[in-house]
């Protein structure tokens, strides 16, 4: 399947930019992203990043104005929704390629990766910087689509995902091979909405 491309991506959610809160922050998607955000720890010692940001769906569920936020987007229609949104909050909202972003290594304590991993053209090099921008003993939160655990993609979903791909997404990828050559912990994986197609994972560094 020929690959997600970063500009069209940008057409793709300049178009969405004014509808995508009431498809994907309302219904079954805010009620997965409740059971996420409710259980996480965060508190104002802690550095948080947030990978593709969007229209700052995810921010809405916490108490962001105690937190050191950074968050980022490739699309500068969607972070100037989130902007507008929390412009009178301290977090930092950056125009920036998540596959290769400009921080330190082990800049977070925290990173925040919704419906990231399976719209950028290259998830495993998006994967690897979430790595090195997090702490030794910091967290990656995921909340994506992936094929479930021990199955292939069925037959229609087979002739979909280069259709839905135009979209700007790729329903056909396996967290399983985002795994390989990386030396990590998956803390958490656990199945969140439409037949485990949607799941929370959490996963921290190796010691």
Known sequence: MKSLNNSWNKFIYKIASPIYDRFFNSG????????????????????????????????????????????????????????????????????????????????FDYVVASLILTVVPDANKCFQEMMRVLKQDGKVIIFDKFVPENQKLSLPKMLLRPIISVLGTDIGRSFKELLLNNNIKVEEDTPIMLNGMYRKIIISKMN
């Open 28 to 107: 079954i998607f805010l009620n997965a992203r409740k059971q996420i955000f409710q259980a996480i720890p965060f508190n104002n010692k802690q550095k948080i990043l947030f990978v593709g940001v969007g229209t700052g769906a995810d921010l809405e569920l916490i108490n962001y104005s105690d937190l050191d936020i950074t968050a980022i987007d490739y699309s500068p229609d969607m972070l100037g929704k989130a902007r507008k949104k929390f412009e009178n909050s301290a977090t930092t909202f950056l125009e920036m390629d998540a596959q290769n972003m400009d921080f330190d290594n082990e800049s």
